[in-house]
């Protein structure tokens, strides 16, 4: 599913035009993205949660020059699924 089809079935579920259920969602992925840069956690009771891992510097292998790297510190944003979203899954 792309994001013009989610819009779509977002807008059908909820009974609103398209035009809002686009608004809905960039909205919602608006405030993820900020309270993320700022660290903080987002927790979904049922869906799951949104949070950032910090990943240490460490090194590794040029695959063309077999030459040792180090690839620098990141963040990295992860989403750990509920229990709820887990098993309507599983059904």
Do not use: W, Y
């Not at 063309?64 to 699924?81: E, H, L, M, N, V």
């Amino acid at each position: 599913m792309n994001k013009a089809q989610l819009v779509a079935a977002m807008a059908e579920k909820a009974e609103m035009t398209k035009k809002d259920a686009e608004k809905a969602l960039a909205a919602f992925e608006e405030v993820i993205t900020t309270s993320l840069q700022k660290g903080e956690k987002i927790q979904l009771v049922g869906f799951g949660t949104f949070e950032v891992v910090a990943r240490p510097e460490r090194t590794g292998i040029n695959p063309q020059t077999k030459q040792t790297i180090t690839i620098q510190a990141s963040k990295t944003p992860k989403f750990k699924p509920g229990k709820a979203l887990k098993d309507a899954i599983n059904e």
